[in-house]
């Protein structure tokens, strides 16, 4: 109802603002399906939904996508096209939880989550994510909220539950870093990759750089980061340039973890466990 609520008191505005307002505003709420790092492909080709508030809004919106995109132009209510939305990213949301728990019960298992993955989705019909740090960006942690937020705390809610899973994965993943600190006898720390998302320069909401302040106010270690897209000054002084024909003669004497799965860090990645 947003869209609607805002074109009203809009319109509101303008008839108190000007006397006998003739004026005429059309408005419509279309859904963003853009992938970072994709974004031109997916403006230009992806399905688009139009939600007018009503239907001349939806039409004259419709003209506007069909000069965009090659996609289907789907017209409907501003109140649909705003629970799509919020519904694209809760699914999202979802399933990566999905992943993270089954995930986190094979380790607690001893079982190897990869291939429980693997042959889970040799199934039809199955489809399990990767299982992660967390969820970042400006989109899936925060879209399943406006679904939710009239619900109670405690209501047997699959996207509430969702989010909590999702959220507690950088406390999982903090834990398991020291554990494997302490299990070895090293102190020092390279967390690599601090975006939300690989190969993005997008830093907002992202577990990774949670992560790095948590551990950096741990006093029993030696932190360094490093990410290749950095455009923030919030870690400046713990920049770390990495040299990768040392890497043979350092790798074992640091924990590098590899929380973002950049590009840039692939060669780096497969040095590290060709040494093990």
């Not at 809009?10 to 994709?38: A, F, Q, T, V, W």
């Not at 399933?95 to 429980?116: G, L, Q, R």
């Amino acid at each position: 109802g947003t869209t609607r609520k805002f074109y009203q008191d809009l319109m509101l505005h303008c008839n108190k603002k000007y006397d006998c307002y003739n004026g005429k505003i059309y408005m419509s709420y279309c859904p963003e399906r853009i992938l970072p790092g994709n974004v031109i492909f997916e403006l230009s080709n992806l399905d688009r939904v139009i939600g007018g508030v009503d239907l001349k809004s939806s039409k004259l919106a419709f003209v506007i996508f069909k000069k965009i995109t090659k996609g289907e132009c789907f017209m409907t209510s501003s109140e649909v096209a705003e629970t799509v939305k919020l519904s694209e990213n809760s699914f999202r949301d979802v399933n990566i939880a999905f992943a993270n728990e089954i995930s986190n019960i094979c380790s607690d298992k001893n079982v190897n989550f990869n291939e429980v993955r693997l042959l889970a989705n040799k199934h039809p019909r199955v489809n399990i994510l990767n299982s992660g740090i967390g969820v970042g960006g400006h989109c899936i942690p925060v879209d399943p909220w406006f679904l939710i937020s009239k619900q109670k705390k405690l209501s047997t809610s699959i996207i509430r539950t969702s989010r909590t899973i999702n959220d507690n994965q950088n406390e999982k993943t903090i834990k398991l870093i020291v554990s494997e600190c302490k299990k070895i006898g090293i102190d020092e720390v390279v967390l690599l990759g601090l975006t939300y998302k690989e190969n993005v320069c997008d830093f907002r909401d992202s577990p990774a750089i949670e992560i790095a302040r948590k551990i950096k106010k741990n006093k029993n270690f030696k932190l360094s980061i490093h990410d290749p897209f950095c455009n923030t000054n919030t870690f400046n002084e713990q920049k770390l340039s990495i040299n990768l024909e040392n890497i043979d003669k350092i790798y074992n004497k640091k924990m590098y973890v590899f929380l973002v799965a950049h590009s840039n860090y692939k060669p780096f990645y497969k040095k590290v466990n060709a040494n093990k």
